[in-house]
């Protein structure tokens, strides 16, 4: 089936059908995050990325997020999740409970059993985040301050030495570390510390990381998550220098349009839609496009896609709800404007699909909500095939359904 859906796309990318040898590469990357927090409101644990069969079809599982301060440290932003909660056998990747006094308990040691059980596995500590990249220009401003952030991070995440814990009591959890830093010379949340010479100190970061790295282990990994708008990757990066140092980075491939704008779009396209009234219009294959131009090796740019979606509310005037102006984000379970592709699937009114343009989307009437489905994943996966990319990201793991209909998808195509 998944030949029927190359051939499909060649044509409509304009390609001749399998120019690319679609069916040589067994290195796709099929990388997902998951979040630190999932353990309390969102009852998702490590285990659940086992036993919904995700984990099998996985190459990577990226843990989101370690922390920076402004003085070079990294640390954990919650100890209790990360490896103090003692973890229930209902909850145990091996159905092992916590044993009072072991070396590790929490998150870690379940990311260690998981890793025990698909050696194929990598884990990797993801560095920032939304919330967490406050003061990471702060901690790359001098030399003097990137090789000790440097070295913090190798010591807690890699070497495993987590405060009040013997020495070593975490190491072998991770294979490597993940730079989230959002953004380096351009704005991310509010207050962040943002400077011009952030993009040549994400370089020497980077650059300053993988040497140390390097003499740590050899088979230690660097990867990065990276902006979707030409603006910011011109304002934040030396693509193709620092594309060198890295195994490969993870483009965002959502968020592309949102509930902070005051009518509907794409959350996440795979190619430009001709209806697209903005004036800057997003799409997955401008993203690579872009990065390509600025000198990123295909095989290394790794394309992310979502599992929730982005829905507007008071949406009317047309019937299918796209461009049309909206009276604000949509009620979503853990957030306005938001909602998991597991919930989504349950939601009812009409799902408009454009093959031409990779989208998908739901409208009732009065809510609008753009998401993936496992047919768009398809496409996509079938797209990274044909360019020649890296493989997948999804963000995240939690809110794939329980038969991990988003991942396996990317799996059938990405194997």
């Not at 990598?122 to 985040?129: A, D, E, V, W």
């Not at 990381?209 to 990065?224: M, Y």
């Not at 800057?280 to 131009?293: E, F, G, H, I, N």
């Amino acid at each position: 089936m998944h030949k029927k859906i190359l051939l499909a796309l060649s044509l409509l990318l304009g390609l001749t059908a399998f120019s690319v040898p679609a069916e040589a590469r067994t290195d796709f990357k099929r990388v997902a995050y998951f979040i630190q927090w999932g353990v309390y409101g969102r009852d998702y644990h490590v285990r659940d990325v086992d036993v919904t069969g995700a984990a099998a079809k996985l190459t990577h599982l990226n843990y989101a997020f370690g922390f920076v301060s402004a003085d070079a440290t990294c640390y954990s932003s919650d100890p209790w999740a990360d490896w103090q909660r003692p973890v229930p056998a209902e909850q145990s990747v091996d159905g092992v409970a916590d044993a009072p006094g072991q070396a590790l308990n929490g998150n870690l040691n379940q990311l260690r059993k998981i890793k025990a059980k698909h050696p194929g596995l990598k884990t990797m500590i993801s560095l920032g985040g939304w919330t967490g990249s406050a003061h990471f220009s702060d901690a790359v401003l001098t030399p003097e301050s990137r090789t000790k952030l440097a070295a913090s991070c190798i010591d807690l995440w890699l070497r495993g030495n987590l405060p009040g814990l013997e020495p070593g009591a975490g190491a072998g959890v991770f294979d490597g570390i993940d730079l989230d830093w959002e953004w380096p010379g351009s704005s991310g949340a509010e207050g962040n510390v943002i400077r011009p010479e952030d993009k040549r100190n994400f370089t020497l970061f980077v650059e300053e990381l993988r040497d140390q790295l390097r003499q740590f282990s050899k088979k230690a990994e660097l990867t990065a998550f990276l902006p979707a708008a030409a603006a910011k990757i011109d304002a934040g990066y030396e693509v193709r220098r620092v594309f060198k140092q890295l195994d490969f980075a993870t483009i965002q491939g959502y968020d592309l349009h949102g509930t902070w704008e005051p009518q509907t779009g794409h959350q996440s396209n795979l190619l430009t839609d001709r209806r697209d009234p903005n004036p800057v219009k997003y799409s997955v294959d401008q993203t690579v496009r872009d990065y390509l131009a600025r000198g990123a090796p295909a095989r290394k740019i790794v394309v992310g896609v979502p599992a929730y979606g982005q829905g507007w509310t008071g949406v009317t005037g047309s019937r299918d709800g796209l461009y049309q102006p909206a009276t604000g984000p949509a009620p979503g379970r853990w957030a306005p404007g938001t909602e998991d592709y597991k919930d989504l699937v349950a939601k009812p009114g009409k799902r408009h699909r454009d093959l031409r343009t990779g989208a998908m989307w739901l409208y009732d009437g009065n809510e609008f909500w753009s998401y993936d489905d496992p047919a768009i994943m398809l496409q996509k996966a079938a797209y990274i095939r044909l360019k020649g990319l890296g493989g997948s990201m999804l963000w995240s793991i939690d809110q794939d359904d329980a038969k991990a209909s988003l991942t396996s998808a990317l799996y059938t195509i990405l194997r």
